[in-house]
């Protein structure tokens, strides 16, 4: 799938900053799917790590994602479409949301996911930490596309204008668990991911 002209001109505006400033180390990237479409899901600690994460693969290919709904007003909901991304009503379970990121993993496209639902701060202990969400499995498993984990190091720190860099783990075996029930298997493979993503953080 060929990214948007907008896509493509947002990844030329943003490759200096990126690569020139931030210095942007991406590792693993053999391990990605060369074609088809799949689930990449990652940690998440700022609202700026779709850009490393998006960045390894561009120009040739380009990322979907949810976005939330309120954002959608005109302009900002045409830019944020052309971007690659489609509506999600939070605090709720999106049904239809779910139905489109499946749709559009089987359609070839890659599906960018950040499980732990809400950022993360380096270093601080909630007293209630929620359950990850189990969205990117239960994607992965219905579109019957890959479950690649990644890890992104460095969105957190941008004014100290420390290197960006970003690991891509490989695809994640499933078939084991397609013929349970569907909130088991999500379950599982979310306690799998979450594993895995934690194993790439480690010493990024």
Same mark, same amino acid.
């Given at each position: 799938?060929?990214?948007?002209?907008?896509?493509?001109?947002?990844?030329?505006?943003? $490759?200096?900053?990126?690569?020139?400033?931030?210095?942007?180390?991406?590792?693993?990237?053999?391990?990605?799917?060369?074609?088809?479409?799949?689930?990449?899901?990652?940690?998440?600690?700022?609202?700026?790590?779709?850009?490393?994460?998006?960045?390894?693969? $561009?120009?040739?290919?380009?990322?979907?994602?949810?976005?939330?709904?309120?954002?959608? $007003? $005109?302009?900002?909901?045409?830019?944020?479409?052309?971007?690659?991304?489609?509506?999600? /009503?939070?605090?709720?379970?999106?049904?239809?949301?779910?139905?489109?990121?499946?749709?559009?993993?089987?359609?070839?496209?890659?599906?960018?996911?950040?499980?732990?639902?809400?950022?993360?701060?380096?270093?601080?202990?909630?007293?209630?930490?929620?359950?990850?969400?189990?969205?990117?499995?239960?994607?992965?498993?219905?579109?019957?596309?890959?479950?690649?984990?990644?890890?992104?190091?460095?969105?957190?720190?941008?004014?100290?204008?420390? /290197?960006? /860099?970003?690991?891509?783990?490989?695809?994640?075996?499933?078939?084991?668990?397609?013929?349970?029930?569907?909130?088991?298997?999500?379950?599982?493979?979310?306690?799998?991911?979450?594993?895995?993503?934690?194993?790439?953080?480690?010493?990024?």
């Amino acid at each position: 799938m060929r990214p948007s002209p907008f896509y493509l001109l947002a990844g030329a505006l943003t $490759w200096p900053l990126l690569h020139g400033v931030y210095r942007l180390r991406p590792e693993g990237v053999e391990n990605l799917p060369k074609s088809g479409g799949f689930v990449l899901a990652a940690n998440h600690t700022s609202n700026f790590d779709p850009f490393p994460l998006a960045m390894p693969l $561009w120009p040739r290919r380009f990322l979907r994602f949810m976005a939330k709904s309120e954002l959608y $007003w $005109w302009p900002l909901g045409a830019l944020i479409s052309a971007g690659g991304g489609f509506p999600v /009503r939070r605090g709720e379970r999106d049904v239809e949301a779910i139905r489109t990121a499946v749709e559009l993993a089987r359609e070839g496209h890659i599906v960018a996911m950040f499980p732990h639902g809400t950022r993360q701060r380096k270093g601080l202990v909630k007293k209630y930490q929620p359950r990850p969400h189990t969205g990117a499995a239960r994607i992965a498993l219905d579109a019957g596309v890959p479950l690649v984990p990644a890890a992104i190091a460095g969105t957190d720190r941008l004014s100290r204008l420390e /290197r960006l /860099r970003v690991r891509y783990g490989k695809p994640m075996p499933l078939d084991d668990l397609r013929d349970l029930e569907p909130g088991i298997a999500a379950r599982e493979a979310t306690d799998r991911l979450m594993t895995e993503i934690e194993r790439l953080q480690e010493g990024l």
